[in-house]
């Protein structure tokens, strides 16, 4: 073996062993898994590893946020984890949210390489102390369920709630379609949460397919509206939310919406729905989030004329 494919070897073991281990791994990790110094400093020199705590590696092409948080001393966890692991998110933080040891100590600011205080007393990073160790060992990310544990207890209900959704989403038409959070793994997360967070969690619908059928959802019931999700109509199609037995309310501007052809196929289902009796209305994902008070106005003067019932 040449000097240099010697050197590349050497880099690519070094870089492996951080990515095998979740992307982050100590110095002591490198060297029971048989990468000597030398290697180590080669491959820090190569930029094939990156040091960003003392005795601590990481892969560098993982994503930035992940080596922020193992630069503060644990991993990458809540609403910051949320959107590497597939979840979608109401609002992005303004903090980093990391998971640290409850006994960590010298932490330091994820853009920073001085240290920091410890508990009680961390500025910058949203701070989230584990029962357990959030050592590097264990990754540079918290579990799906971890993750939505967390947001559970830590941000307001709708907030949780469009995360919790888009892990349990279920596409009728699309039975190829893998949940992220399977009915069985729900269930087994109610029974980790704490009876406050768990009759937040219960609310969860697995039907919902963006942010915006989530807070409508959400706005109507706490409205005292009643609805269902996701309800098949004439004509194979399916209404986002239904109130009573014929008020289709669609929420428009996300997932299916935005899809080639989704503009023409939401005018056709509209016209057939009404053609057939159905009232029907459509509004953005900008007016659920942003004008609620109209999109609820709307809703009652039409309930008001009864038009969500059929005679």
Request: with cysteine; proline share 5%; aromatic share 6%.
């Amino acid at each position: 073996m040449t000097v240099g494919a010697r050197h590349a070897h050497d880099m690519y073991t070094a870089r492996n062993v951080a990515s095998q281990r979740g992307g982050v791994c100590t110095y002591a990790e490198l060297l029971a898994d048989g990468v000597t110094r030398k290697d180590i400093a080669v491959a820090l020199d190569r930029r094939e590893l990156e040091r960003v705590r003392k005795g601590v590696y990481v892969d560098p092409r993982i994503p930035d946020q992940l080596k922020r948080a193992v630069r503060v001393g644990g991993r990458l966890d809540c609403v910051s984890a949320a959107p590497l692991l597939g979840l979608r998110v109401l609002e992005a933080p303004r903090a980093l949210h990391v998971e640290v040891d409850r006994h960590a100590s010298l932490l330091r600011p994820p853009d920073e390489k001085h240290s920091m205080p410890g508990r009680g007393a961390v500025p910058g990073p949203r701070v989230h102390w584990s029962g357990g160790s959030a050592a590097a060992t264990r990754g540079a990310i918290v579990s799906l369920e971890d993750c939505l544990v967390q947001m559970l207890g830590c941000l307001p209900s709708i907030d949780a709630l469009c995360a919790l959704d888009s892990a349990r989403e279920r596409v009728a038409w699309r039975p190829e379609r893998t949940q992220l959070l399977d009915d069985t793994a729900f269930e087994q997360l109610l029974e980790r949460l704490p009876a406050t967070t768990r009759a937040i969690a219960v609310r969860s619908d697995a039907g919902s397919q963006s942010i915006a059928e989530t807070v409508a959802r959400e706005g109507l019931r706490a409205a005292g509206i009643q609805v269902r999700t996701q309800v098949p109509l004439p004509g194979g199609f399916f209404a986002d939310l239904l109130i009573g037995d014929r008020f289709v309310f669609e929420a428009d501007g996300e997932g299916p919406h935005t899809a080639p052809g989704a503009f023409d196929r939401d005018r056709a289902r509209a016209g057939w729905l009404k053609a057939i009796g159905y009232t029907y209305v459509s509004f953005s994902h900008s007016q659920i989030l942003h004008e609620w008070d109209m999109v609820l106005d709307v809703v009652r003067m039409l309930m008001r004329r009864g038009l969500h019932e059929w005679g």
